[in-house]
């Protein structure tokens, strides 16, 4: 098993900053791992924002590029999410994954709001 632990989440106003980090500890196995952040904002489907390889390739959804940027640290097994330019649609519960050897796993969530 792998546990997955977010922070960084909060009350932003609209053009502000935040940086969410993700931390996984267990059973980590990077060979092929992908990690990435997803959200879901109230009433709508959870949806991936941001990914990233453990070779360190990316991508991102086209509302959120120039704007966020993920990053993965190996040797501490972190994969953050920096997020620029915040917008209030970018409100939501956001979620890290990790996908490697031997299963999916999810974090328990952290809320962003960012008021207009």
């Known amino acids: 098993q792998v546990q997955l632990v977010e922070s960084g989440g909060g009350l932003v106003q609209a053009g502000g900053s935040l940086r969410l980090s993700c931390s996984a500890s267990g059973r980590v196995i990077n060979i092929n791992a992908v990690m990435a952040w997803y959200r879901q904002a109230p009433g709508k489907e959870r949806e991936l924002v941001a990914t990233?390889?453990?070779?360190?390739?990316?991508n991102y959804i086209d509302s959120v590029k120039d704007r966020f940027t993920i990053s993965r640290d190996i040797a501490k097994n972190t994969v953050d999410l920096q997020m620029n330019s915040l917008k209030p649609e970018d409100t939501g519960v956001y979620y890290c994954?990790?996908?490697?050897?031997?299963?999916?796993?999810w974090g328990q969530g952290t809320q962003v709001t960012v008021s207009s």
């Open positions: 990233i390889t453990i070779g360190g390739s990316t």
């Open positions: 994954n990790r996908r490697q050897v031997g299963g999916e796993y």
